[in-house]
């Protein structure tokens, strides 16, 4: 079996293979940035809410009632 090495680095280096594989690589930075950066809120929410739950009652962050329009004309 004899490998033609010369003509596999002539392919590996053409400008489309170089573009595609710098894309390729950019796509998959984005997609990891983007899980982290979710994963972070998620974490930061999930402490908030612990962080709310361990306060007095007195001191808890009152949520906005909203109404409903409907019930609000009647």
Request: charged fraction near 25%; hydrophobic fraction near 45%; glycine fraction near 2%.
């Amino acid at each position: 079996m004899n490998i033609d090495w010369q003509a596999i680095l002539l392919i590996a280096t053409s400008p489309q293979a170089v573009a595609s594989v710098v894309i390729l690589a950019t796509l998959v930075t984005l997609a990891l940035s983007l899980i982290s950066y979710f994963r972070f809120r998620y974490k930061q929410q999930q402490q908030k809410k612990e962080a709310n739950l361990e306060l007095p009652r007195f001191f808890r962050r009152i949520e906005p009632v909203q109404e409903n329009k409907q019930e609000g004309e009647k």
